[in-house]
């Protein structure tokens, strides 16, 4: 049996929806932001002997393509490393393909190209940082002691517990030579220019893929408070917990040779989204600067202010960006937003919003989870069409597959690999 598809209303709603989610990842776009910060630092680039450009993260291809006319008379070598979803082949760079959400044979490859690149700086030269969204993973170079499986046991770990992103890279920084700040150690010898897309809260330039070229701000004691709080420290590899439990390190020093620039941030795009949306509603409430916590207590507060909001007169947007979390009990398939909307439709089918509504929830990569969907889009009729093709919502919620759940539906949300990472955006529209 064929689903019914949404009201007409409705297939307006999801369409703005996903119009305004497009236009929020446009906001962050990689090439426009290197391009802006790299126009004011022509004489730095001109005074330099030579340049070495490394770049990694998921908008690594595209951050290096806008830099590289800005630097290719002085370039002495470039490395970028990427995931597989957003490799692509740029002359005089090698590329590499690292492992994401999980790393991977290319994430020890893209560490030791990145290493020895920064290692190989000269006093004079200038190291070119390009740091987007997800570096943590694609580069990946364990202190010695540790393997990949070691790394790959931990990150799988520290994701599926619920941790937030800045406890998972308090843990990352004391397992790694490159994060943490101790990358830019490596080439203290020379000037470092370091340009960052940011996906996490508050724009943390010490967490963001983990610190490499910023003074961190967690020590070995707050990731082994990280451990605790999850329960995670009896549960990991032999070799791992044999550094646990003498685990110190010695902090990265000041990186005063380093220029550290924010250009690009969930908080950017959630404004664009803001501003657009103000065009069509002339009601919009933002959530949350960033939305964080575990997914259930996050579909809960957005299903209440969407209760609370249908009493308006008028349209209403509610936007929010950020990353819940999702501690992974079942054997399914999905991804913290896929989970958020499936539990929202869920909550409003128990409790209706009594207006006709779409809510969306995607990662600005264009890709939740392990999954090739950015997230999902639901709307009033979303459980019907589920259950129509003899689907239970509820139980693929149990078994943390709602990536099936939302396929049954039509409401997966495939944009594929778009080039940035600045986190997720929640958009809420009712008429």
């Not at 049996?1 to 009201?7: G, H, N």
Request: hydrophobic letters at 45%.
């Amino acid at each position: 049996m064929i689903p019914d598809r949404p009201a007409p209303l409705v297939s307006m709603l999801r369409e703005q929806a996903i119009a305004l989610f497009r236009e929020g990842v446009a906001a962050s776009d990689p090439s426009s932001a290197v391009t802006s910060a790299l126009e004011g630092r022509r004489d730095a680039i001109a005074a330099a002997r030579r340049v070495i450009l490394i770049a990694f993260g998921k908008a690594a291809c595209p951050m290096t393509r806008a830099a590289l006319p800005f630097v290719r008379d002085k370039l002495h070598y470039a490395r970028a490393v990427t995931n597989q979803e957003n490799l692509e082949s740029i002359e005089d760079v090698h590329v590499i393909a690292g492992g994401h959400p999980l790393p991977n044979e290319g994430s020890i490859a893209g560490a030791y190209a990145i290493e020895r690149a920064a290692r190989a700086a000269e006093p004079g030269d200038l190291v070119l940082a390009l740091v987007s969204g997800g570096g943590s993973a694609l580069i990946c170079a364990p202190v010695p002691g540790l393997s990949l499986a070691d790394k790959i046991a931990l990150n799988d770990a520290l994701i599926r517990s619920g941790a937030e992103i800045n406890e998972i890279n308090a843990v990352r920084q004391q397992f790694s030579r490159l994060k943490g700040g101790r990358l830019a150690q490596l080439a203290s010898g020379a000037r470092m220019l370091s340009l960052i897309l940011s996906d996490v809260p508050g724009d943390d330039i010490g967490i963001i893929a983990s610190g490499p070229t910023a003074q961190p701000k967690s020590t070995a004691a707050d990731a082994l408070a990280v451990l605790d709080r999850y329960g995670l420290r009896d549960r990991l590899p032999d070799a791992i917990r044999s550094q646990v439990n003498h685990l110190v390190r010695d902090e990265a020093g000041r990186p005063d040779h380093v220029e550290n620039v924010l250009i690009g941030s969930n908080r950017i795009s959630l404004r664009q989204v803001i501003e657009n949306a103000g065009a069509n509603y002339p009601t919009v409430l933002k959530a949350s600067d960033w939305l964080s916590g575990d997914v259930a207590k996050v579909a809960h507060t957005l299903h209440r202010m969407a209760l609370d909001a249908s009493n308006q007169r008028g349209s209403v947007a509610i936007v929010a960006g950020g990353g819940p979390t999702v501690r992974v009990a079942g054997s399914g398939t999905g991804g913290r937003n896929q989970e958020l909307v499936l539990r929202f439709a869920l909550l409003a089918e128990s409790a209706p919003i009594k207006r006709p509504w779409a809510f969306l929830s995607a990662g600005t990569d264009g890709r939740d989870g392990p999954t090739d969907a950015a997230g999902g889009i639901v709307d009033p009729s979303s459980m019907s069409r589920m259950r129509t093709i003899g689907c239970n919502p509820r139980a693929l919620l149990e078994n943390n597959d709602s990536y099936r759940a939302l396929e049954s539906s039509g409401d997966l949300l495939i944009t594929a690999a778009t080039g940035t990472n600045v986190a997720d955006l929640q958009i809420l529209l009712m008429r």
